[in-house]
C-alpha cells in the first residue's frame, strides 16, 4: 500500500483540531502514542500555539553539556555531519541530541538551518514533552525507541509543517547516551526516513564500540608499560632482523642509554657479539640464556641474558630481559642464605673453659683468619661460627652454612662452586649460583668438613690458595672475597692417618683452632641452660613453665652425649608431655632419669622427690597464679591451661583461701 502524505496530514489535522477544540478524536486515525501525547502536553498546560521553545539552556549551561558529552560528539558526529552532506539538497535537518532530549549539535541546508533559527530551534533546546509538546525526540526520549512524527501530529501549531524521525543511541552497556534526529518540511517525509536514521545509529553504536575498544587497548597498553616499566630486569623486544620494537626504561637504566638522545635501531648496536646468540635464535626457537659482556663508553657490565623467541600470527618476535650478574649474586645472598642469627651474648655458660675458649673467639673474629672449630655434635659449633661473623669485619655480607654431611657426594661439588646450564644432566635451565658467590663478601661456615670427598678437598683447597674458581661446566674464572669457618666433629689429625683428610688443607684450615668443651665437662651450666631453654619454649608457648628442684638434679646428673643439642630436645620434649606447667623427672624419658644409670655415670647422688614437695610446689604456683589474677578463676584457669572446674578443685583440695 503506497503512504499518501498529504491524505494522512490532512487527517490528522482533522483530528488535532478536535482535540484542541475539546472534540472527540478518531483514535482509528490518530496513533495511540501521539494521543497519549497529546493528553500529557493538555495536562502540562502547555499553549498549542506557542510562537517559540520557552526552554533553552544558557551558554554556562551549554558549555557542560558538550563537554560532558565530548566523547558522543566525537564518534558521532563526523558520521553525521556526512550524512547531512549527502542530503542537504532534500532539505532535511542532522540533529544530535543528549541523553536528556537537549540539542547538542545540527546541520542542514542554510534554508532549513534558518527556518529553525526562527523558532528558536538551535543547540541548547529542550525537546522533552514538558517542554517541547508532542515531537519525536521526546517520544523516542520517553519510550526509549525509534519514532516518526509527522506535521500535525506534533502538539504545538507552530510545528505543524515539519516532520522529525528520532533513534535513540545505545553505549555497549545498553544504557541511551544520545538521539539521532532527522527534521525536514512536513511533506518531504517517508517512513524510510526513520529506516535511515536507525541505520546511521547503528553505524554510530558500532563506532562507539570500536571507540571503547580502542580506549580499552590503550588502557591495557599504559598499564602493561607501567607494569614492563616496574620490572627491574632490563626488558627488549626485537624482530627476525634484529630491529628494536620495545625497549623498557629499565634497559636504558641498565645500559646507561639517555632515553632522550637518539635510541640504538638494533640489538648489535648494543651488544657486540649478538650475532652468535642471533644464530641460536634461528637454530633452536626455544628459551635459552646467555652470559654477555656490555661495553660502552667506560662501562663494562656482565649480563645475565635471558632469551625468548616468540612465534606470532604473522612473525616472530623475540624477548630479552637482562640484569647484572652481581645483582642476581646478590639476590642470591640475600635470599639464598639463613644469615647469622647468634652473637657472643647467646653463648650460655660460666664454665673457665668455655669462658676461655669464647674470649679467644673473640679476640679471632676481628681478623680474617680462617678459623677451624672442633668438638662434639651438639656443642655449639654452628653457634660460634654465628658469633665470630657477626663480630668481624664481614658482619654486613652473608652468612653461608654448607653441612658437608648431609648433601650426596655426587651433589656437594655444584652446591659449593654452582654450575652453568648444560653442565650435566638434569642441571636447572641458566645454572645456579653456588654457596662460595653467594657468600661473596661474607662468611662461608663449612659444617662437618670432615665428611667431605678428598677429590672435593682437592678442590676446596686450590679456592682457598687463590680465592678464584670456575662454576662447574663453566669456562670463566670468578674471584671472590670470603672468610672460611669450618667445623668438625671428629679428631681431624686421626682422619690424616686414616687417609680420610688432606694434611694439606687440614693446615689450610687451621689457622686458628678453637675447641669447644662438651657439656659434660661444664656441669655448671646445664642448670642455666636449662631456665634458658624453658624460657625460650615458654615464649615460643605464650606459656610459663618451671621447672621442679629434682628436675634440673636429674638433669644435671646426665652425661649428655648429645651435649647441648640434646639437651635442648629433652627440654622441648619434657614441655610437650608435661601435664601442667610444672616440670618434673616424670616429664623426662627412662634413659635420662632411671637411677640406675645416673649412678653408673655420676657419684652424686639424686635426692628422691617426695609427692609432698612436689604437692606443696602446685599449692604455691597456683597461689601466685590467683592473687596475680586478682581471684579471677577464668583468667587463673586460662594462664594454667586447665578447666575453670579444675582450678575449684585445687582450691578446695589445697585448702586455699582467695
Known sequence: MIFDIDEHIRKINIQWQNFINNKPVDTNIVNKMIYDSWQRCKTYAIDPNMSEYNHVLSEDEMKKRLEKNAELINVAWPILETLADNISETNFRVDLFDSEAYLLKTKGKSEIIEDSKRLKSFPGVSKREEHSGTNAIALSYLHKKPVLVIGPEHYIRLFHFWSCATAPIHNLKGEIIGFVNMTGYRDKIHPHTLGMVVSIVKAIEQNLKLHEITKELSRQNALLENIIDTVEKGLIVIDENGYIKKMSRSAYSLLEIDKTSEPPVKINEIFDSWQSVHSQIKNCKRAFSQELTYKRNKINKNLYLEIKPMQLKDCTQTLVTFQEIRSIQNLAKRFGTTGARFSFKDIIGSNKGLAKVTEMAKRIAKSNAKVLLLGESGTGKELFAHAIHNCSNYRHGP?????????????????LFGYEEGAFTGARKGGMIGKIEMADGGTLFLDEINSMTLNLQAKLLRFLQSNTFTRLGGQKELEVDVRIIAASNKDLKREIEKGNFREDLYYRLNVVSIFIPPLRERKEDIPDLIHYFIAKFSRILNA???????????????HWPGNVRELENTIERAIAVSTDYLLTPQCLPDEICKPSSVRSLETTAVTPVSYKNLREMERKHLMTVLKDTGGNISKTARILGVSRNTVYRKIKEMNIEW
Request: charged share 15%; proline share 9%.
Open 399 to 415: 652468612f653461608v652454612t654448607l653441612n658437608c654431611a648431609a648433601i650426596p657426594s655426587e651433589l656437594i661439588e655444584s652446591e
Open 544 to 558: 610459663n613453665y618451671y621447672p621442679d628442684p629434682s628436675f634440673i638434679e636429674v638433669l644435671t646428673a646426665y
